[in-house]
Each structure stands twice: as C-alpha cells, then as structure tokens.
C-alpha cells in the first residue's frame, strides 16, 4: 500500500509541479517585454499545461485538482523581479528545481507501469532540454 501510495503521491506532485511551472511561464511571458522570451515563456506554459493534462489522465484525476494549488509567492517572486535579466535569472532556477523533481519521481518510481515510466522520462527529457535552452537565452 505505501508504494501505491507513493506512486500516486509522486505522480500528483508532479501534476502541481507542472501547474506552478505553467503559472511561473505564464506571468513571466506576461511581464516580458522581449518578444522572443514572452514566445519562449508561452511555449513553455503551454507545454506544463500539456504535461499536466497527461499526468491527470494517467492517475485518472480531474485538471481541476490542480487548481487548488496556492501560487501566490511563486508568482510574487516572478512579478518583483522587474528587469528581464532578473526574471530569467528566478525561471532558470525555477526550472533546474523541476528538473530536481522529475529525477526525483523518476528514481522513486521505476517499478512502476512502463507507460507512466515513458511519460515521465519523456517530460523529464523536455523540461531538461528547456533548461538549457533557458540557459543560452
């Protein structure tokens, strides 16, 4: 029981992780002034969003349990940094820390289903690959 439980608690923070990452993406795409980092803020948001759907279905859970998460200070942090410099600075940091959390899910959950272990090495891949794009921005 505690490994379903486990699965399941991995699997839905992952599924915040992505809601906050989308929201981050979002205000930060909003507050650019830059049009090439505002599409590259967008692309991303849309791609947590994505990630997000896909988790919810894979657990069975409606979208909606993410929005009960609490974003206030991520989107504070976000909004204070008023220079283009700084915010790129937080969402990079933001970003290497979800990267942290998907490795962390991946590890803690191997023996589970091979469809849910692809779907995660994927958006494991691709948010990895957005932190290096983020970093040569």
């Known amino acids: 029981m ?10 839905q923070h992952l599924i915040k992780v992505n809601y906050q990452r989308m929201m981050a993406f ?5 507050n650019s002034q830059d049009e ?3 599409s590259f803020y ?12 896909e988790l919810c279905s894979a657990l069975n859970v409606h979208e909606s349990i993410a929005s009960n998460i609490q974003c206030d200070d991520l989107l504070k942090n976000i909004t204070t940094k008023k220079t283009a410099i700084r915010m790129l600075d937080f969402i990079i940091a933001f970003e290497k820390t979800v990267v942290n959390w998907y490795k962390k899910a991946i ?3 191997q023996s589970f289903p091979a469809e849910l272990n692809e779907i995660l090495s994927r958006q494991y891949r691709a948010v990895g690959a957005s932190q290096l794009a983020l970093q040569e921005l």
């Open 2 to 11: 505690k490994t379903v439980n486990n699965f399941n608690g991995n699997v």
């Open 26 to 30: 979002e205000q930060a795409a909003f």
């Open 42 to 53: 967008a692309a991303r948001a849309d791609e947590s969003e994505a990630y997000l759907k």
């Open 36 to 38: 090439s980092l505002r």
């Open 107 to 109: 590890t803690d959950i």
